[in-house]
C-alpha cells in the first residue's frame, strides 16, 4: 500500500536554515527556529500509520491504511517575521549564482527579519543526505562570520567624522599605495586615484585613504566597531549565530591598523551583523534584530545626525559613481558599500579566493530595505551589489 506521508515542511525547501531540522531519534529541533522554540514546536500527538480493520483483523475495503493523529496546537500562537515572497526571491537570486553565500534582508524601520538565505541549501525533510554532502549545505552562512574587507570602511568613516580626525573637504592624493614603514598597502586601481576628497575615497573604495585614516584612528575604529554592534550578535536568538570578532588586548603596530581598516586582522562580521549595521546607521541608535513580531528594541544614539547624514552621502555615491554602480535601482535609486575581502582559502585552480560583499539600503530617499550579499569566492563586491539589484528589484 502507498499512504501519503505529511511532511512537516514545504517542498521545495523554504528558509530551511531559518527553520532548522529535527534530530530523527527524538525529534528534538537542532538549529534554527526548530531548536529555539522547541518546546512550543514539540506539542503535538505522534503520528502513526494505521490499518482499519474488522472484527477479524481484515482491512475493510475502502478504508485500508491511512496517517492518524499529529493534531495539536504546536505552534499554533508561534509566527515570525519573514515574509514568504521576500524570502523565496532572495534564495531564487542567491542559488541562481551556483555560488556559496548568504543574503540577509532586513526591515529597516524595525530590525525585523524579513528573509536569510543560505546557499548551497537542504531539503529538511530529509536532512540526512544533506551531512555527507559537498560545501556544508547545514552551515546556515547568514550568521557565520567572514571578514568584510572595505564594507568595514563604513565603520572607519564613521570612526574618523566622529573623532574629526577628518572631513568631508580634506583633499587625499592616493598615487596607488601607502607606505606603513617598511609595509607598501597598494591600491586596488594601479597608478591610484590621484586627488579625491573623502566621499570620493569611500565611493572608489580606495585603499591608501583608508590605510592613512587607520593610522589616525587607532584601536578607535575598534570602539566605533563595538558600538555599531558588530562582536557580539543580533539579537535574533538563533543558537548557531557566531558573534564575529575584533581585535582585543596586546599589541598592536601601525601595520595592524592599516589592515584593520580594510576590514581584515582579527574583524569577522557575519551577513547578519552587517545589516545590523546599516539599520543602525539609518536609524541613528543601537537597533536590535528580530525573528518574532513583537520584539522591536531600540538603544540610544550611537553616532551624530551629521555624520549619519554623511554616511548616506557616501553610500549614494557608492551607487552613483563608485564601486557599487551594478545595485542602482532605476526609479528608487540605493546606497551601500561593496567589499572584496581576502580569505587565505584557495579555489580548485589553487588561486586565492577573495569573498565578494555588497551592504546596501532602498529606496534612497525613504530606506525600506536592507539587503546584505555575500558570495564566498565572488572575486568583485560589484558582482554583489548585481545580486542586490536583482532582489531589490523583484521585492519593490
Known sequence: MVVREKLRYRQPALAPHLLGYLR????????????????????VEPVKLAAIVDGNRKLIPGLGYRIIGGQGEAGASLST???????????????????????????AGSGNVLAAASNPTFDPNQ??????????????RAIHDYYPGSVFKIVVTAAALEEQVTSLEEQFFDPGYYDVGTVRFRCWLEGGHGHLDLTGAFAQSC???????????????IDYARKLGLGSKTGIGLPEEQQGSLPAGGRFSRQDFGNMALGQRGIKATPMQLAKLMVTILQGRATKLNLFPGQESYGGAVLSAKTRAALRAMMAAVVERGTGTQAQIPGYGAGGKTGSAQTGRLNSWGEPEVDAWFAGFFPLLQPRYVIVVLLEGGASGSIAAGIFKRIALRIT
Open 24 to 43: 530523527t531519534a527524538d525529534q528534538t529541533g537542532v538549529t534554527g527556529i526548530e531548536a529555539l522554540a522547541d518546546e512550543e514546536l514539540s506539542h
Open 81 to 107: 517575521t519573514l515574509d514568504s515572497e521576500i524570502q523565496r526571491a532572495a534564495q531564487d537570486e542567491l542559488v541562481s549564482t551556483g555560488q556559496r553565500g548568504a543574503v540577509v534582508i532586513v526591515e
Open 207 to 221: 585603499n591608501s585613504v583608508y590605510v592613512e585614516l587607520g593610522q589616525r584612528l587607532g584601536l578607535k575604529m
Open 127 to 140: 536532512v540526512e543526505t544533506a551531512f555527507q554532502a559537498p560545501n556544508a549545505p547545514l552551515l546556515n
